[in-house]
């Protein structure tokens, strides 16, 4: 385990999965999207690692508060940031630099409008009330946030990673441990394949059924030829849509 120190007020657990986090993290070098996790804080200290915030985590607070108390500075956030939501919609797919000239045209006049409106409310908020802990989570991040605009190749936020981690979360429940490291492991093998199966438009059911028929007999020089991107080429059998 590497060592890290740690604040020792921080949860025990917590503890240990910034360490892991800093490992797996310790050589990458760009861009990391992601929710407001703490651990993460330190990974940008040094500048080699650039936030990118999820905007799903921002709206979530606001819209909590529009359907708890109806709250209409909450009601307006929620019809602000879906104005953004509606812009990535239409520019999804595209190359990155067309999505970021879209967005510094589009978005970014409606993200400085916002957060000129979010601290206008702000002053007129209770410090200790829930709309202004919200606004203060967005407020915190708007610098970093801001960033996708500026690179065509960040997602307004990181949704698609946490959709693909729920099959993960759920499963852990069912089955509580992989047993060792090893087992860990050979599950995140696992995991990682059949995300990629689905990435490429393949079911992975169907894909990995083709790879366990076919593996045994197959070369191992050029086992290349049964990843996903490979495969799903030359059988059509297990694509999730007509190719």
């Known amino acids: 385990m590497v060592g ?22 310790r050589q990458f070098r760009g861009i990391l999207q992601a929710d407001a996790y703490s651990g993460f804080n330190q990974l940008y200290e040094d500048g080699s690692i650039r936030e990118a915030p999820c905007l799903a985590h921002i709206r979530r607070k606001f819209f ?26 239409e520019i999804r ?7 970021r000239e879209v967005r510094n045209t589009r978005s970014r006049p409606l993200l400085d409008a916002m957060r000129a409106w ?11 009330s829930d709309t202004s802990a919200a606004i203060h989570y967005a407020l915190a991040r708007w610098d970093a946030f801001v960033r996708y605009c500026d690179d065509g190749r960040i997602e307004i936020d990181n949704s698609a ?27 995140a093998t696992f995991y990682c394949l059949l995300g990629t199966a689905k990435l ?3 079911n992975p059911e169907a ?4 790879v366990l028929e076919r593996i045994a007999d197959h070369p191992v020089n050029r086992i290349a030829e049964l990843l996903p991107w490979n495969l799903g080429l030359t059988d059509t059998a297990i694509a999730l849509t007509p190719r």
Do not use: C, W
């Open 4 to 25: 890290l120190r740690l604040d020792d007020r921080i949860d025990p657990f917590q503890r240990i999965q910034d360490q892991v986090d800093r490992h797996h993290l």
């Open 64 to 89: 909590d508060l529009m359907e708890a108390h109806r709250s209409p500075i909450a009601s307006e956030a929620v019809e602000r940031i879906a104005a953004l939501y509606a812009i990535e919609k």
């Open 93 to 99: 797919g595209r190359p990155p630099q067309e999505r």
């Open 118 to 128: 979010l601290e206008t409310s702000l002053s007129k908020l209770s410090r200790k």
């Open 161 to 187: 990673a946490e959709r693909a981690l729920r099959a993960v979360a759920v499963g852990r429940k069912n089955y509580l441990f992989a047993g060792s490291d090893a087992g860990g492991e050979r599950a």
């Open 200 to 202: 490429n438009g393949l």
């Open 207 to 210: 894909y990995l059924r083709q």
